[in-house]
C-alpha cells in the first residue's frame, strides 16, 4: 500500500563540533541581536558569558524543571528592564524550555547551547506548568533559531544524568518510528539516533570524557530531537508527560523508567516497528533490551525508585504498564541471559 505523508522539516539552523561555543557572539549578531540576556546554568555561564562579550547585558540562572510559569514571570521582568533583543540558553531542557517561553511571549529569536541530550532545543514545543498543571503548546514562535551544540559541554554531564538524559533522546526515536505521520525521512533519522545512541551511550558510561563517544551521543540526541520535532509521539510521551505534570518526577528518570515497559505493550500493535528498533540497537528483543541496557549502566528501572507510592497510580492507564514500570519488572521477549549465566555459574557451585 502507497503511504502518503507529509513532510515539513524544521528550519533551525544548527552548528555542531567542539569548541564551537566560541561562534555564539557571530550567530547573536547573524539574528540581528545585539543586546543578550544569557539564560544559563551557572556552571556553564563563564564560557558563553566571555565568547559573548559585551553582548550581555543581562543573566538569569533560575531555570526549573517543567518550565513553572512564576519562573518564566521573573526572567521577563529581566529581560524588559535590561531592553534585551536576544535570548541565549545554555543548559538542559530546563534552561531551553525558559529560553522558549520568554521568546513565544516577547518574539525575541533564541542561540541554544544544550548541555544534556532531552533534544527540546529542536522542537516548536514547549511545556508550562502553572498551578501544578502541565500543558504544551506547539507554535513556529516557540522552535529556537540557532543550536549551538558544543561537545566540550557536556563532557562534564554525570553519567547518573547521562543516561536518562539519552534514553530520553532514545524514547523521541522510538516513537517516531510508529507514529501515525511517520514518513521515510523521519525513519531514517530514527533508526540513525537509535544506533548511534546503542553505540555511545555505554561507551560515555565506561569513559565520561571520551569526546568522539559524546560527540556520536551528542549527535544521536540532535536526530532524536528532529523526530520529536517532526512526527507525533504516542502513548510514551504522554504518560511520562502524565506523571511528570501530575506527581513532579525527574522528566528523563521517568521517561528511562517507562519506555521498556510501553515498548513491551506497544509489541502487538507496531510489530515491524520494534523488530526495526531491536535490530538498530543489536539486540533480539527490542523492550528487554532498552531494559537491559538501563539496568546495566546504572539508570533507574522502576518507578518506585523515583519515590512513587504504588497506589498513587490508581485511575492511570494502562494499569498493567504503569505496575509493571513501578515495580521494575523486566519485560520478558527475550530471556535476561545475564541472569541466567548467573543461575547456571551458581548452580556449578552448588
Ligand atoms: P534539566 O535541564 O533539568 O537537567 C537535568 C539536570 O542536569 C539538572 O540538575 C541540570 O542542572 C543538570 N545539568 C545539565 N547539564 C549539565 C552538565 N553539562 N553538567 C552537569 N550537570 C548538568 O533536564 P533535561 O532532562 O535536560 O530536560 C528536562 C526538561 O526539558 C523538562 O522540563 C522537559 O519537559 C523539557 N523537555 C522539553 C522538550 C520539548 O520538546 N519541549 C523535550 C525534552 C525535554
Known amino acids: ?20 561555543v566560541t561562534a555564539v557572539a557571530e550567530e547573536v549578531r547573524r539574528l540581528g541581536g545585539s543586546r543578550v540576556l544569557l539564560v544559563a546554568r551557572a556552571r556553564h555561564a563563564e564560557r558563553v558569558a566571555a565568547a559573548l562579550g559585551d553582548l550581555v547585558v543581562a543573566r538569569f540562572d533560575g531555570a526549573r524543571m517543567h518550565t513553572p510559569v512564576e519562573v518564566t514571570a521573573q526572567a521577563l521582568d529581566v529581560l524588559k528592564g535590561a531592553a534585551a533583543d536576544c535570548v541565549v540558553a545554555v543548559g538542559g531542557g530546563s534552561t531551553t524550555g525558559l529560553a522558549k517561553a520568554l521568546a513565544v511571549r516577547t518574539g525575541v529569536p533564541q542561540v541554544i547551547l544544550p548541555t544534556t541530550y532531552a533534544g527540546s532545543e529542536v522542537t516548536p514545543v514547549l511545556g508550562e506548568t502553572e498551578n501544578g498543571r502541565k500543558t504544551t503548546r506547539r507554535s513556529p514562535d516557540i522552535l529556537p533559531e540557532t543550536v549551538i551544540y558544543d561537545v566540550d559541554l557536556t563532557l562534564d554531564l554525570p553519567v547518573s544524568i547521562t543516561v536518562p538524559s539519552a534514553v530520553n533522546a532514545l524514547a523521541h526515536a522510538v516513537e517516531a ?14 533508526l540513525q539516533a537509535i544506533r548511534g545512541i546503542a553505540r555511545a551511550l555505554p561507551a560515555v558510561a565506561a ?25 507525533s509521539m504516542g502513548l510514551h510521551h504522554k504518560l511520562c508527560h502524565q506523571l511528570g505534570g501530575q506527581f513532579d518526577l525527574p522528566h528523563a528518570e521517568t521517561h528511562t523508567v517507562m519506555l521498556p515497559q510501553v515498548m513491551a ?4 500493535e507496531a510489530p515491524e516497528a520494534l523488530a526495526r528498533v531491536a535490530e538498530a540497537l543489536g539486540v533480539p528483543d527490542a523492550a528487554a533490551g532498552v531494559f537491559d541496557l538501563v539496568r546495566s549502566l546504572g539508570g533507574p528501572t522502576s518507578l518506585r525508585e523515583l519515590g512513587l507510592t504504588e497506589s498513587s497510580l490508581d485511575g492511570i492507564e494502562p494499569a498493567s504498564v504503569l505496575r509493571a514500570a513501578w515495580a521494575g519488572v523486566r519485560p520478558d ?12 555459574i551458581a548452580s556449578f557451585d552448588d
Open 265 to 268: 505493550y506497544k509489541q502487538n
Open 177 to 190: 518510528l510508529y507514529a501515525p505521520d511517520a514518513n521515510p525521512a523521519v525513519d531514517a533519522v530514527a
Open 333 to 344: 521477549g527475550v530471556p535476561d541471559v545475564s541472569a541466567l549465566t548467573a543461575q547456571v
Open 1 to 20: 500500500m502507497t503511504r502518503g505523508f507529509v513532510h515539513s522539516p524544521a528550519p533551525t539552523r544548527v552548528v555542531f563540533g567542539a569548541g564551537t
Open 207 to 231: 569513559n565520561p570524557s571520551d569526546v568522539d563517544a559524546r560527540a556520536e551521543l551528542l549527535e544521536a540526541a540532535w536526530l532524536a530531537g528532529s523526530c520529536l520535532a517532526a512526527v
